[in-house]
């Protein structure tokens, strides 16, 4: 209800003189305006989520390698362990290397000549790596197929291999292994499981350059 000045006085002399029903007689026609709705606050939108990080295992710095285990009865494995650090370090990236650097140092010494502490060292590293995209499916005939990247082409080389073993490798579990590996590293995997496919399996032969 909008009341100029001079009405605002006229309630107020009325209202002290007792003439309130008066003025609601006389001035009706202003109490009886329309109370003008109120006006919509402008929506807030809630503030952005910050974006994540994307994930990138090029970002890494791999710590220094145990020198070799030697002992005095000559029970110790040598080179074993550094010559293992060094081969994470040529087939992973440089993330996934940190942690399996990371990880091999925090074996107790006198238990680094267990390779397959070596190899767990090396599996939990690389099941932490980003995984690479699907690639493009060809959706139209007219479309020109993309290239196969070299994770594709490795993998399809390593269930192809293993396709008359017992227990081969899948695609999934295949891309997962060789996802955090450098073209080094995948090279390698396909040499690997070529020779020992049925009896090392993708968990043996992860990051070994050296294919026995």
């Known amino acids: 209800m909008n009341i100029d000045a001079g009405s605002f006085f006229i309630l107020v002399g009325t209202l002290a003189a007792g003439g309130a029903a008066g003025y609601v007689v006389s001035n009706k026609h202003l ?13 807030v939108a809630p503030p952005a989520k910050p974006a994540l990080p994307a994930c990138d295992d090029s970002l890494g710095i791999p710590g220094t390698c145990p020198p070799p285990v030697y002992s005095a009865d000559e029970t110790g494995c040598g080179a074993l ?9 040529q087939t992973m990236k440089p993330k996934i290397a940190e942690r399996a650097v990371a990880c091999l ?27 690479e995209a699907e690639d493009p499916d060809r959706e139209m005939a007219d479309a020109v197929a993309p290239a196969p990247s070299s994770l594709a082409t490795a993998c399809q080389a390593i269930v192809l291999e293993c ?3 017992p227990i081969g490798p899948t695609q999934r579990d295949c891309r997962a292994t060789l996802a955090g590996m450098t ?30």
Not at 32 to 41: I, N
Not at 204 to 209: G, P, S
């Open 163 to 165: 396709a008359t073993a």
């Open 81 to 89: 362990p550094t010559k293992r650090c060094d081969d994470f370090k």
């Open 31 to 43: 109490l009886d305006q329309p109370t003008p709705a109120p006006t919509p606050s402008a929506s």
């Open 183 to 212: 073209e080094l590293g995948r090279s390698k995997m396909v040499d690997c499981m070529k020779a020992h496919c049925g009896d090392k399996g993708l968990l043996h032969c992860e990051a070994v350059i050296d294919v026995k």
């Open 105 to 131: 140092n925090a074996i107790n010494p006198g238990l680094r000549c267990d390779p397959l502490r070596l190899d767990l060292c090396a599996h939990l590293a690389l099941m932490s790596a980003c995984p």
